[in-house]
């Protein structure tokens, strides 16, 4: 138990109470406890295993590499169609976590298992993803966004290319992508600071 993260367990909050036995169960399985992204992380000789976190309807536990577990129980969950590589096991109570405690700590050490392995996810490459065709208008309008866009990190292309492809009508594209270009022409990624 790292004390540091005592805050975080101590604070009020609508998950309170089953963050702390999400807590006891995965500090029961050995991993070292540790504050990552702002939320208590679990780690295995250094490397993330899984994850508290809350939102309104539901807590979880995030599974870094959770979409190489087998899922046996058909618990796990995807957050987001544009998530890879993390799952889901979501509650709604203390005692909903209580009696899977047992499949948890199964979860659990199947991902220890998985990290043991040395196991990687395959992710989809960047050209993969969808290019709006607003956005490929405008690169071929612009050969200076083109480059600079070409020079980005994968990851900061992909963070563009979804953000831009999530807009259902054109016109919330084409803003989104002329609010980006100066951030593009940075070097810069979507949520970096501008």
């Known amino acids: 138990m790292n004390t540091e993260l005592d805050w975080f367990f101590a604070k009020e909050n609508q998950w309170q109470d089953e963050f ?17 992204w702002g ?12 994850l508290i976190h809350g939102f309104k309807k539901y807590c979880a536990l995030l599974f870094h590499k959770g979409v190489l577990l087998k899922d046996e ?37 199947e991902a220890i298992e998985v990290e043991k392995a040395g196991l990687k996810v395959a992710f989809k490459k960047t050209t993969e993803y969808e290019m709006p065709e607003e956005f490929k208008l405008t690169l071929k309008s612009e050969p200076d966004l083109r480059e600079a866009f070409k020079a980005l990190t994968p990851g900061r292309q992909r963070g563009y290319l979804l953000y831009f492809s999530q807009a259902k009508r054109s016109e919330t594209r084409k803003s989104r992508i002329s609010r980006c270009i100066p951030g593009i022409l940075k070097g810069k990624g979507l949520n970096d600071r501008q």
């Open 39 to 50: 939320k208590p992380c679990y780690t295995y000789q250094g490397n993330n295993i899984v």
């Open 20 to 36: 702390k036995e999400m807590r006891t169960i995965i500090l029961d399985c050995g991993l070292t406890e540790e504050l990552k």
């Open 73 to 109: 129980h058909d618990l796990l969950v995807q957050q987001t169609e544009n998530v890879q590589s993390a799952r889901q096991l979501r509650f709604s109570s203390t005692e909903e976590i209580r009696e899977q405690a047992d499949v948890i700590r199964a979860y659990v050490f």
